[in-house]
């Protein structure tokens, strides 16, 4: 079993900063990718960015230059620095983590998802 534990979330004005953190914990062996994604109201699920195990980050056209993801391999964390937020930015972040368990097998893992909510 693996859990996904995010934090960090809440409301700022436009133009403010936010950082989220996500810890994965269980039956880790590694975890080949970890990422945020986001869901407003009505809308689909987005990908925000993602983070590979050796370093390599995308992310969404819409969040380039004002959002970083970043991870530590060694505590099996990812975090999304969030600046210059606007109200379209509005969302639940979930993380995400293709974890490989002791069973030697990939399992893609969600968070429960943490609100952000940029007021104009």
């Known amino acids: 079993q693996v859990q996904l534990v995010e934090s960090g979330g809440g409301l700022v004005q436009a133009g403010g900063s936010l950082r989220l953190s996500c810890a994965a914990s269980?039956?880790?062996?590694?975890?080949?990718?970890m990422g945020w994604y986001r869901q407003a109201p009505g809308k689909q699920r987005e990908l925000v960015a993602t983070i590979r195990l050796g370093g390599r980050a995308d992310y969404a056209d819409s969040v380039k230059g004002r959002f970083t993801i970043s991870r530590d391999n060694a505590k099996n964390t990812a975090d999304l620095q969030m600046n210059s937020l606007k109200p379209e930015d509005t969302a639940v972040y979930y993380c995400n983590a293709r974890v490989v368990t002791t069973s030697l097998k990939e399992f893609n893992y969600w968070g429960q998802g943490t609100q952000v909510t940029v007021s104009s």
């Open positions: 269980g039956t880790i062996l590694g975890i080949n990718a």
